[in-house]
């Protein structure tokens, strides 16, 4: 498939697992986003391992969005139910613009492998002119739902950034 999107992937990659900042576990979800992310020909600019606490994350996310230097954020971890799960809460609080479509075409393509995917709370949306995904937490889980979303990170990513030509099919 010819690419007509040619503007760079710069992603930055959070991991959101009390345990791994802790360095208690190793964080194989977040090593599988930076992998699948330059495999596609993106950079990684940053990666890290945070604890799953509000102000944290709010202060990454923002920075990093903000900084100019990054157009895509894929977090890893705490979408579920348990009570220090908060990652799509704290991505909408600092979110100008949901972008629906990957969260649900991930949800769609999990409830293939299984019923569990329901309990997903993971959102995707826009800050600025950065794309913000949530991915599970499971390294199986993260592979599936970046085979999913990859064909359109591309424009997505162009869009967002301020690409203004036709969007229309071709």
Same mark, same amino acid.
């Not at 992937?9 to 802790?22: E, F």
């Not at 139910?81 to 649900?104: K, N």
């Not at 309990?119 to 826009?126: F, P, T």
């Not at 359109?152 to 036709?166: E, I, Q, R």
């Given at each position: ?5 040619k503007?760079?992937?710069?992603a930055a ?8 900042a802790?360095?208690e576990r190793?964080?194989?979800?977040? !090593? &599988?986003?930076?992998?699948?992310i /330059? *495999?596609m ?12 606490e509000?102000d %944290?994350? =709010?202060?990454?996310?923002?920075d990093?969005?903000d900084s100019? +230097? ?10 579920g139910?348990s009570? =220090?799960?908060i990652?799509p809460e704290v %991505?909408?609080s600092?979110s100008?613009?949901? #972008?629906? *479509?990957?969260?649900?075409?991930? =949800?769609? !393509?999990?409830? /293939?492998?299984t019923p569990h995917?329901?309990?997903s +709370?993971?959102?995707s949306v826009l =800050?600025? +002119?950065?794309?913000?995904?949530n991915?599970p *937490?499971s390294?199986?889980? #993260?592979r /599936?739902?970046l085979?999913v ?7 997505? #990513?162009s869009? &967002?950034c301020?690409d203004t030509s036709?969007c229309?099919? !071709?």
């Amino acid at each position: 498939m010819e690419r007509d999107d040619k503007t760079e992937i710069r992603a930055a990659v959070i991991t959101l697992s009390d345990k791994g900042a802790k360095g208690e576990r190793e964080d194989l979800s977040g !090593k &599988a986003i930076v992998d699948f992310i /330059e *495999g596609m020909g993106g950079v990684v600019v940053s990666y890290d391992i945070i604890p799953d606490e509000v102000d %944290t994350l =709010r202060k990454f996310l923002i920075d990093k969005a903000d900084s100019g +230097r990054i157009n895509l954020i894929l977090t890893t971890g705490g979408t579920g139910l348990s009570p =220090r799960d908060i990652t799509p809460e704290v %991505t909408l609080s600092i979110s100008d613009r949901e #972008v629906p *479509g990957f969260a649900e075409a991930m =949800r769609l !393509k999990s409830l /293939e492998v299984t019923p569990h995917a329901m309990l997903s +709370r993971a959102v995707s949306v826009l =800050r600025k +002119r950065t794309l913000i995904i949530n991915l599970p *937490g499971s390294p199986k889980a #993260v592979r /599936e739902c970046l085979e999913v979303i990859a064909p359109a990170l591309p424009h997505a #990513v162009s869009k &967002a950034c301020g690409d203004t030509s036709d969007c229309a099919r !071709k």
